[in-house]
């Protein structure tokens, strides 16, 4: 099923996340549900704040993107509980999106390189070292369950200049090319 994406101004994208447990009701379908969301709109990660729920949860995948980077086929990951166990000194800015601040681009400034713990669907832990797109991903989608979104990261200023877009997503005024709240 397709669920809709909360938008910028939505309560649920800055309340507190709590950890999921093993005998959390209807995981394995939420988390089918977050893949066939983000399937349908086009996206590379969703939190489960962007589909309303204020869980430790967040799925990623960057296989459509195998051509054009044949490093990234077969990454689909579901991350659970996550928690940074370094993030590197190094940083990259790179012009970010999210599904739930449609049509708004800002570069961001992240940690090169990140070393992450989660569990998986079936709470099996893995320690990950991730670099480049892989890592800018699992920061950002990792933001949405820490309560931010990726403008909270840019400057004032560039915040001022976007104001009137983000008040128009505020008030609902904007075409998705799926479901929102």
């Not at 209807?26 to 939190?47: H, N, P, R, W, Y």
């Not at 077969?74 to 012009?95: C, L, Q």
């Not at 890592?135 to 931010?148: L, W």
Request: proline letters at 5%; glycine letters at 4%.
């Amino acid at each position: 099923m397709t669920l809709p994406i909360y938008l910028y101004g939505h309560p649920v994208l800055r309340k507190s996340c709590k950890e999921v447990t093993p005998d959390y009701q209807e995981l394995k379908q939420l988390i089918e549900d977050m893949f066939t969301t983000l399937e349908k709109s086009g996206g590379v990660g969703l939190a489960a704040p962007q589909v309303g729920l204020s869980l430790r949860l967040f799925i990623v995948d960057l296989d459509p993107y195998k051509e054009e980077i044949p490093e990234y086929a077969g990454i689909k990951k579901v991350v659970i509980n996550p928690e940074f166990v370094a993030r590197s000194e190094d940083t990259v800015v790179m012009e970010e999106g999210c599904l739930s601040i449609p049509g708004i681009y800002e570069k961001v400034e992240r940690s090169e390189k990140v070393k992450i713990k989660y569990v998986d669907e079936n709470f099996e832990e893995h320690i990950e070292e991730c670099d480049n797109w892989l890592a800018r991903v699992m920061q950002h989608e990792y933001d949405h369950i820490d309560t931010h979104v990726f403008i909270d990261r840019i400057s004032p200023i560039r915040r001022r200049m976007i104001k009137g877009k983000l008040t128009s997503i505020q008030k609902r005024k904007v075409n998705t090319k799926y479901k929102s709240v």
